[in-house]
């Protein structure tokens, strides 16, 4: 089993559309939880992190975050074109290092 | 947040050459990390720059091939030695600022 699972996608949403992207982990010790975006040819960039069970709201983005059920989620609201990216799950223990997922290909059309 | 450079941003290199990939941070961190991402993969941590001392590898990284210096608390150098068509990546500096982890943008390497 992977440690950080996601679908690769792609995702396909309207413009204007909520985008929801899932991620489930295996170590029941992970405290960190990262989303990342990567634009074709570009290095990550961070979007949002959270630690605690429940939901983390910037902007248009919430992340979700379940700890007995390993889930965590990004969903963006009002997705623009703009947000046609990968988005990478990434996961920390206790430590620095972080193990990401495959991520998921979203794609948002007009 | 943290600025990271990286030097080289892109190179081509010769098969069994070596290079050297800087990475320049605009304040002072306690951790650094250089991370792998294969064509079309997700990022793979190779290791972890320790300032004074040396580098913590990761499961299938070894510091033969992958020699990393850390001389003081905003820079680092990862080096990919005898390069392999294989190695052809993208390789990425990282540190923790804070609660959050950041990217530098990147040494897009292509091995010929």
């Known amino acids: 089993q992977k440690e950080v699972e996601q679908n690769s996608g792609p995702l396909s949403v309207p413009e204007g559309a909520i985008a929801s992207l899932n991620c489930t982990y295996s170590?029941?010790?992970?405290?960190?939880f990262f989303w990342y975006r990567q634009y074709s040819g570009k290095s990550p960039e961070l979007i949002m992190f959270i630690y605690s069970n429940g939901d983390k709201e910037d902007g248009r983005f919430t992340a979700q975050l379940n700890k007995a059920s390993q889930y965590v989620s990004l969903l963006i609201r009002d997705s623009q074109p703009s947000d046609s990216a990968t988005y990478l799950c990434?996961?920390?223990?206790?430590?620095?290092?972080?193990?990401f997922g495959t991520g998921t290909r979203l794609q948002v059309f007009p | 947040s943290a600025v990271i450079s990286q030097k080289p941003s892109r190179d081509i290199c010769q098969r069994g050459t070596s290079l050297t990939i800087q990475c320049q941070v605009d304040s002072q961190v306690t951790m650094m990390f250089w991370y792998r991402q294969q064509p079309g993969q997700s990022l793979t941590l190779i290791a972890t720059?320790?300032?004074?001392?040396?580098?913590?590898?990761e499961s299938g990284f070894v510091i033969d091939k992958f020699p990393i210096s850390r001389p003081n608390l905003t820079f680092s150098t990862l080096t990919v030695s005898n390069m392999s068509p294989e190695d052809s990546s993208i390789y990425l500096c990282?540190?923790?600022?804070?609660?959050?982890?950041?990217f530098g943008e990147g040494s897009w390497l292509t091995v010929v």
């Open positions: 720059a320790n300032q004074g001392s040396e580098a913590t590898y």
């Open positions: 990434a996961v920390s223990v206790n430590t620095d290092k972080l193990i």
């Open positions: 990282s540190v923790r600022d804070g609660n959050t982890i950041y």
């Open positions: 170590d029941r010790g992970s405290q960190s």
